[in-house]
């Protein structure tokens, strides 16, 4: 085999993941050839050879001066699981926050290759009709799913398709957000405690204006609410539903509009000292926000946040809570092998909550040593 041959076909192996990845989803555009060049140090011809493949067998076409496209809907009939003869496990994730799904998906991916597990992962980008496409699917060919729910807070449109699922004794799995009115057994973090701790954070160091971003279409989001405005109520300071800004999990695509809108809240709150950022992504934007309009961590404004799923806490030094991330995709796999290997299962048995993980940053000021 030349060395130009093996570069072909890593190619094309690649593209074959991406788009079983994204099959499910409304992004259906393929790399462009000069990322897959970049990516492979190979030549154009190296790459087109490798699309032109997939292209005769029906997978992709390319439209002149637009790209290349895979065909959704070949793709979806036409691209079946190989007969491996061991069971297969579909994990289904949102997409949006990279870290987490990588360390979850390592976590998995790790505790079923020693057990001879086949691990697919597919995304749903935050849209319910991507979930209804790619549940529908797996509700052959596969012996388990992982799921993170879609606007799981908000509507279960899919519910017949979740009962479809369990009619067909095909174990489900929630992590992160799951639907209320479904029996299945989840992996969750116990956000109410880690709100909790952050306020007492914030109160304990004299802070009483406390404004807060929140996702109100994720469950996560609304667990986090609760507790942070329970905790204020506990510790009697100012309560006011004009402080926490709500928005849904697909504004944050928009990256420009959701940070002209976070400093445009800020603004209208002078009396503001503290922010409580509903999760990693939010956090993120909200860095870039302050410090482009020259405001200072903690001493303009003191920033908490959930679920930081980066490696560098420790360095960035925000308090807050740390995503369990591999952890999480450990217990995720070991309760889909004891769900596979009894049918019998009890939910609550394979439920698992994750205590909190505070780490104590730099980002929150003393006021009571102005």
């Known amino acids: 085999m030349t060395q130009r041959e093996t570069k072909y076909q890593l ?15 409304d992004t259906n555009k393929m790399p462009s050839e000069h990322f897959l060049c970049r990516k492979f140090n190979v030549s154009r011809q190296t790459v087109r050879t490798a699309i032109s493949c997939l292209e ?53 991916r790790t505790i079923f290759q020693g057990a001879g597990i086949e691990l697919r992962i597919f995304f749903t980008e935050n849209k319910i009709l991507n979930e209804r ?24 449109p899919n519910a017949d398709i979740y009962e479809q699922l369990h009619q067909n004794n095909i174990p489900v799995i929630f992590y992160n957000n799951y639907y209320r009115d479904t029996k299945f057994p989840k992996v969750i973090v116990d956000d109410e405690s880690c709100a909790q701790e952050l306020v007492h954070q914030l109160v304990c160091k004299g802070h009483t204006y ?9 469950y996560q989001g609304n667990k986090k ?7 204020l109520i506990q510790y009697n300071v100012y309560v006011d539903d004009s402080y926490f800004k709500w928005c849904m999990l697909d504004d ?54 959930f679920d930081y799923s980066a490696d560098d806490w420790q360095q960035r030094n925000i308090t807050t809570s740390i995503h369990p991330g591999y952890s999480m995709g450990v217990k ?5 092998m004891a769900m596979m290997d009894n049918p019998h299962y009890n939910s609550q048995e394979v439920s698992y909550m994750f205590p909190p993980h505070i780490h104590l940053g730099t980002s929150i000021k003393d006021r009571g040593k102005d």
């Open 252 to 305: 944050l695509r928009d990256e420009k509009q959701f940070k002209k809108m976070m400093w445009s809240f800020l603004k209208s709150l002078p009396k503001c000292t503290a922010i409580v950022c509903c999760n990693y992504l939010i956090l993120e934007m909200l860095l870039e926000v302050l410090e482009g309009h020259n405001k200072r961590i903690p001493q303009d404004y003191s920033v908490v946040s």
């Open 56 to 108: 005769r067998e029906g997978f992709v076409y390319t439209l002149r001066g637009s790209g290349t496209f895979f065909n959704t809907n070949y793709s979806i009939h036409n691209s079946s699981l190989p007969e491996t003869g061991g069971k297969k496990v579909a994990l289904i994730v949102q997409g949006q926050d990279k870290n987490a799904i990588s360390k979850i998906h390592s976590g998995v």
């Open 332 to 336: 995720l796999a070991q309760g889909v």
């Open 225 to 231: 609410y609760n507790g942070i405005i329970k905790s």
């Open 11 to 25: 190619i094309t192996s690649y593209l074959r993941s991406f788009i079983n990845e994204h099959k499910f989803t």
């Open 133 to 156: 496409r790619c549940l529908t699917a797996c509700t052959s060919g596969f012996d388990a799913l992982i799921i993170d729910g879609v606007k799981a807070s908000t509507a279960s």
């Open 210 to 218: 406390i404004a807060g971003f929140f996702v109100y279409d994720n």
